[in-house]
């Protein structure tokens, strides 16, 4: 599919003066169109920087390679001018922090309405048609378009930025955790204007989040990412009901609707990475191999694939654990 998002042995670290951070490991994962692709891990793993990278939207001092193939571009060769083409039209950004992403100054309505204009040349009574046609299908009342943001509250804030995000009807749709600092009821309000987005099927969405809750009820697949690499991908209901790796085990644990056991230890830094397994200095399984040598995904029979020597059946420690 031309318009699936194709990530192949992506790299990316930062310069600092401390070292080379490497936040993206050789990753590869495609991400098919239509459909909501989870990305879970603990703090630090990655997560955002895989998803700015998509939209070349890193900062000065990342160095990437690999490739993002979508409609047979590779992204990551695409000049500013291009790129720009395709940012905001084809695949938009949900932004993290609603409460700084809105302009303070300008109605909610009018912020929705020049998405459009500028994507698609629409003229402004048209862009206005379609803005409201857009916060109704969201499920939000007409009156908020006339509203300045500091009017609304968080939640109200993270519907509107998706508004925004679908004003032009992309393909794709990257949110950055959409649920952050909100309580149940209000993260549930966000839950619907996403999962209505994802019932018209036109807009896939790659959804990056700590909140397992949402992620189960959202996305089709998840990936598992963890100092760079992704240690888990399959279909969201066998990753967080039956996680394999001992590392997605642990952060399902972690859940305050699990048993809020907290995992053991913490992310290493990405300047020292360590050899081997990157996730062993905290893992309960570590076995000799894993001290040395760094694990494959594998394809476990459930159809899932972990990157953890236990599942590598080719050995005869192989378990299920
Ligand atoms: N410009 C930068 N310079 C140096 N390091 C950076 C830069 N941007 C990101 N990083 C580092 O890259 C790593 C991955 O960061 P990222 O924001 O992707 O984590 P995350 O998984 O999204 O975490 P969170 O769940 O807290 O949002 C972190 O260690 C972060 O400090
Ligand atoms: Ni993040």
Not at 92 to 115: D, F, R, S
Request: net charge positive; hydrophobic share 40%.
């Amino acid at each position: 599919m031309k318009e699936n998002i194709k990530i192949e042995s992506l790299n990316i670290y930062f310069k600092t003066k401390a070292g080379n951070v490497k936040a993206v490991d050789n990753v590869s994962l495609e991400l098919e169109k239509g459909k909501v692709i989870g990305l879970i891990g603990e703090t630090g793993s990655g997560k955002s920087v895989l998803g700015l990278s998509i939209l070349r939207l890193l900062a000065g001092n990342a160095v990437v390679s690999g490739s993002i193939i979508y409609k047979d571009i590779d992204i990551l060769n695409l000049n500013k001018t291009n790129i720009v083409g395709i940012r905001g039209k084809e695949i938009a950004l949900v932004p993290q922090n609603p409460g700084t992403a809105l302009n303070p100054i300008i109605k909610v309505g009018k912020q929705i309405a020049e998405g459009i204009i500028l994507h698609e040349k629409a003229k402004r009574k048209e862009a206005k048609t379609k803005t409201l046609a857009i916060i109704k299908r969201l499920m939000m009342d007409s009156s908020i378009s006339k509203a300045y943001p500091f009017e609304l509250s968080g939640g109200m804030k993270q519907r509107v930025l998706a508004a925004i995000g679908i004003s032009s009807d992309p393909t794709w749709l990257i949110a950055d955790e959409p649920t952050k600092g909100l309580d149940a009821i209000v993260r549930n309000q966000v839950y619907k204007t996403f999962n209505k987005i994802k019932k018209r099927k036109d807009t896939g969405i790659l959804l990056i989040t700590h909140d397992l809750i949402l992620a189960e009820k959202l996305c089709d697949k998840i990936a598992v990412m963890y100092a760079g690499d992704i240690l888990e991908f399959g279909l969201s209901k066998e990753v967080l009901e039956n996680p394999k790796h001992p590392y997605t085990k642990g952060l399902v644990n972690s859940q305050p609707h699990m048993n809020l056991k907290p995992m053991k230890g913490l992310s290493p830094s990405l300047i020292n990475l360590p050899k081997g397994c990157k996730f062993h200095p905290r893992c309960g399984y570590a076995m000799k191999k894993c001290f040395l040598e760094k694990p494959l995904l594998y394809k476990t029979p459930s159809g899932s694939k972990v990157r953890c020597f236990l599942f590598d059946k080719t050995r005869k420690y192989y378990k299920d654990i």
